[in-house]
């Protein structure tokens, strides 16, 4: 967040001594005034969202920032500059100290976001509109390429990667044009899906935590055992995979099972896809060794099965099971599912809406 706001202010501070007000953002509607005030005001929302652990609406209040409408001096950009470094402060200071396992309220699409989504969506802010602003005042501005692959990976999972980060994050907020690509002209960014059973939440996973499990990393998770499963690895890159080839949906990708007395993982979950034509889709599931037997995949199976027989798109859930793997198939058969059919050393079973 702070390299953000530093690399910001450094490329708009050449030009404090313009008039803020008389210039429009770039595309926006606004002016520059007008939308470094915007950045300020959602960065300390943001802060306070998470601060105040928000579940069901904003945190009313808002940020009012000092000065005339009608034109400013070179210290009352200067000043505004300074307001967007202090709020960008309070956010990363809101991030560094909120525990992990904290969701907050944020409208889209979901109604919540963990720290590393309200610091992507803080860091999407100053960026896209730090690039209206100089747009409008005519300065050069370029962030840092792995400050747009953060956004891109927490926020922007449904966006194919591009040749290069950030034009691929201006065209996928409308903002530039990408070879082979049609121009956006409607867009949200997307935080991950969280279901939650009696004991686990499950945590959608994003392509930056994919990419982390997919080579031997935590992605972000403190795992009971020490590591994930290997099937959360495979299923891990599957999932990146798909981001890369621009397939990725992330109600439809892979969720991490967090046992919510101690905010450890405890096993991985997730659809191969989403569903197809034909109203099925295919669920998988594993457990680290030392979480087995405690009825944990029963339990995150019959949630995220429910979920997705709840979806219009979707009347049959699928779940195929090795005929050697008794443990499984008792976890399938617990989760209502019936067997179906038996093939090349594996059984089929499904669940169907009532």
């Not at 400050?147 to 903002?175: D, K, M, N, Q, S």
């Not at 621009?246 to 569903?275: Q, T």
């Not at 995220?304 to 009347?315: E, M």
Request: charged letters at 20%.
């Amino acid at each position: 967040m702070e390299q953000a706001v530093a690399h910001s202010v450094a490329a708009l501070g050449a030009v404090t001594d313009r008039d803020w007000t008389a210039v429009r953002a770039g595309r926006l509607e606004w002016s520059c005034r007008e939308t470094a005030a915007h950045v300020a005001s959602d960065l300390v929302a943001y802060a306070g969202q998470l601060a105040g652990r928000a579940q069901d609406a904003y945190v009313p209040f808002e940020i009012t920032v000092d000065g005339t409408d009608d034109g400013l001096d070179a210290a009352g950009n200067a000043g505004l500059l300074h307001v967007i470094t202090t709020t960008g402060a309070l956010l990363a200071a809101a991030v560094r100290t909120t525990p992990r396992s904290v969701r907050a309220f944020h409208p889209y699409p979901f109604r919540h976001a963990n720290r590393e989504g309200f610091a992507a969506m803080g860091v999407a802010e100053v960026l896209l509109h730090t690039h209206d602003m100089a747009e409008g005042l005519g300065v050069a501005y370029e962030p840092p390429a792995e400050l747009c692959e953060f956004v891109l990976t927490r926020i922007f999972p449904r966006v194919r990667p591009g040749p290069a980060p950030w034009p691929t994050l201006l065209w996928a907020t409308g903002r530039g044009e990408l070879p082979g690509r049609e121009p956006v002209t409607a867009w949200r960014w997307c935080n991950n899906p969280v279901l939650h059973s009696e004991r686990l939440d499950l945590e959608g996973v994003t392509p930056a935590a994919g990419a982390s499990l997919a080579v031997a990393g935590d992605g972000g998770f403190t795992w009971v055992g020490g590591a994930p499963a290997e099937g959360t690895r495979v299923g891990a890159g599957i999932g990146v995979a798909q981001y890369e080839e621009g397939a990725f949906v992330p109600e439809w990708g892979m969720y991490v099972l967090v046992r919510r007395e101690d905010d450890r993982a405890v096993g991985a979950m997730g659809f191969h896809g989403p569903p197809g034509a034909e109203g099925r889709v295919e669920i998988g599931y594993d457990l680290v060794v030392e979480a087995r037997g405690n009825g944990y995949a029963t339990e995150a199976l019959r949630t995220l099965s429910a979920w997705a027989l709840g979806q219009d798109a979707v009347h049959t859930v699928v779940a195929v099971v090795e005929e050697t793997n008794v443990p499984s198939q008792k976890v399938v058969t617990r989760a209502g599912f019936t067997e179906v059919s038996r093939q090349e050393g594996h059984i089929t079973y499904e669940l169907r809406a009532a």
